[in-house]
Structure formats: structure tokens, C-alpha cells
């Protein structure tokens, strides 16, 4: 069978939505937030424009043009161009790498499942690899430069097995987080299958390869 990526695929509406979803929520974050100057909820806010770049970024990468939701509002966002997005995107993430900005990203994340500078850098640098398709004119200097940052930082990659697990494999195994692969994950997503269950994580890329042919993904036979 035949996959289409459009609307009638329920894993690509259901992404679509879903981004959008998640830059609500940041946008509701934002905009309750945007009165109070303590340390913590800077550092908060600038913790959700990340994850509200990242979301856009999925959007104008798989999408294209796309509606522009960047405040709360009960008015339709009005549609943004490719190239436009491109350059908001990239305005927002220089900002949160500014340490002269007051909601700029750490140097070193706070936790082991938070965000710090480098993850806007590396994101940086994949905007900028795409940049031909996004807006015409490519930026290859400027994705050496940013991946140059993060290959720089104090991240690394996991190089050395341990008795019948190779570095790849320990990667996606449960005590990722203290095994040595913490070092090399920029932005990690907490899934322990103990106290985080949740059907969004290797269901979401299980159930993406489905088409009408399938059971849906709720079915008790799926």
C-alpha cells in the first residue's frame, strides 16, 4: 500500500495538530508568564521559547508554509511564508544564545531533562543546513559554524560499549541517563516505562508506518 503524506494519513494530521498543541501550551506559558522578572521563571521562559522554536522548526521543515501562532489569541493565525519563518526562527534562537538577554539559555543545563544553550545552537545549525529549500539562498558557513559550537561543547559522543552492548546500543537502553549516554543526548525526553508511560514515544514511529489498511492505533488488536 501506498503511504501519502497529507491529511488522509492520521499520523501526519495527528503531528500537524499536535505541534500546534504544544506551541499553544507554550504560548499560555508565555503569555502568563510575561509580568514576572524572578530568575527562575526567566529561566523558565527561556526553557518554552525553546520548545516553541523547536516545534515551529518541525513545521516549517515538514509543512512549509504554516499559520502563524506565536501569541494567544481567539482570532485564526494568519499564514507565514517558509522564508519568513526561517528568519523569526532564527531572530528567536540567536536571541536565547545571547547571554546579554535576560532569557537566554544556560551555558549548562539545570537538569539532566532540560535545555541549555547548545541545544539552540545545534538547532541553529540544522536550520541553517536546509536554508536552500527554506528561503533560496544557502547558509552552509554559518551550519559549520553552529555545529562547530556544539562539537566544541561539553557534550560528547558515546564511544565504548560495555560486555555485549556496543555505544549504539546503550544509547536507547534504560539507564541511558547515567550509563555515559547522558553526555551525548542534548535534549532527552523522560520515558522510564515506570513512572512516565505514555503512547508517544516509539508508538508515535511504530503506528507512523500504518495506513487505512491497519486497525487504528487504539484498537485493543493494534
Same mark, same amino acid.
Given at each position: 500500500?501506498?503511504?501519502?503524506?497529507?491529511?488522509?494519513?492520521?499520523?501526519? *494530521?495527528?503531528?500537524?495538530?499536535?505541534?500546534?498543541?504544544?506551541?499553544?501550551?507554550?504560548?499560555?506559558?508565555?503569555?502568563?508568564?510575561? @509580568?514576572?522578572?524572578?530568575?527562575?521563571?526567566?529561566?523558565?521562559?527561556?526553557?518554552?521559547?525553546?520548545?516553541?522554536?523547536?516545534?515551529?522548526?518541525?513545521?516549517?521543515?515538514?509543512?512549509?508554509?504554516?499559520?502563524?501562532?506565536?501569541?494567544?489569541?481567539?482570532?485564526?493565525?494568519?499564514?507565514?511564508?517558509?522564508?519568513?519563518?526561517?528568519?523569526?526562527? *532564527?531572530?528567536?534562537?540567536?536571541?536565547?544564545?545571547?547571554?546579554?538577554?535576560?532569557?537566554?539559555?544556560?551555558?549548562?543545563?539545570?537538569?539532566?531533562?532540560?535545555?541549555?544553550?547548545?541545544?539552540?545552537?545545534?538547532?541553529?545549525?540544522?536550520?541553517?543546513?536546509?536554508?536552500?529549500?527554506?528561503?533560496?539562498?544557502?547558509?552552509?558557513?554559518?551550519?559549520? *559554524?553552529?555545529?562547530?559550537?556544539?562539537?566544541?561543547?561539553?557534550?560528547?559522543?558515546?564511544?565504548?560499549?560495555?560486555?555485549?552492548?556496543?555505544?549504539?546500543?546503550?544509547?536507547?537502553?534504560?539507564?541511558?541517563?547515567?550509563?555515559?549516554?547522558?553526555? *551525548?543526548?542534548?535534549?532527552?525526553?523522560?520515558? @522510564?516505562?515506570?513512572?512516565?508511560?505514555?503512547?508517544?514515544?516509539?508508538?508515535?514511529?511504530?503506528?507512523?508506518?500504518?495506513?487505512?489498511?491497519?486497525?487504528?492505533?487504539?484498537? @485493543?488488536?493494534?
Amino acid at each position: 500500500r501506498i503511504m501519502a503524506w497529507n491529511s488522509s494519513n492520521t499520523l501526519v *494530521e495527528g503531528l500537524y495538530f499536535r505541534l500546534f498543541f504544544d506551541i499553544t501550551l507554550c504560548n499560555s506559558f508565555l503569555d502568563n508568564t510575561k @509580568d514576572l522578572t524572578d530568575e527562575k521563571t526567566l529561566q523558565q521562559r527561556a526553557e518554552v521559547r525553546f520548545i516553541r522554536a523547536l516545534n515551529q522548526y518541525y513545521l516549517l521543515d515538514l509543512f512549509g508554509t504554516v499559520p502563524n501562532a506565536t501569541t494567544v489569541t481567539v482570532e485564526s493565525p494568519k499564514p507565514i511564508q517558509r522564508a519568513d519563518l526561517f528568519v523569526q526562527l *532564527e531572530t528567536e534562537l540567536k536571541s536565547l544564545c545571547d547571554p546579554s538577554n535576560a532569557e537566554a539559555l544556560p551555558d549548562k543545563r539545570l537538569s539532566l531533562y532540560r535545555v541549555d544553550k547548545v541545544a539552540a545552537e545545534l538547532l541553529l545549525a540544522r536550520l541553517y543546513l536546509n536554508a536552500e529549500v527554506y528561503t533560496g539562498t544557502p547558509r552552509w558557513n554559518e551550519a559549520a *559554524e553552529y555545529a562547530a559550537k556544539v562539537m566544541k561543547s561539553d557534550y560528547k559522543l558515546l564511544t565504548e560499549g560495555t560486555g555485549m552492548y556496543s555505544a549504539y546500543q546503550k544509547l536507547f537502553m534504560g539507564d541511558n541517563d547515567v550509563n555515559g549516554a547522558q553526555n *551525548e543526548g542534548i535534549l532527552m525526553v523522560y520515558q @522510564d516505562g515506570v513512572h512516565a508511560q505514555c503512547w508517544g514515544g516509539a508508538r508515535f514511529l511504530v503506528n507512523a508506518t500504518r495506513d487505512a489498511g491497519w486497525l487504528p492505533c487504539g484498537s @485493543d488488536d493494534s
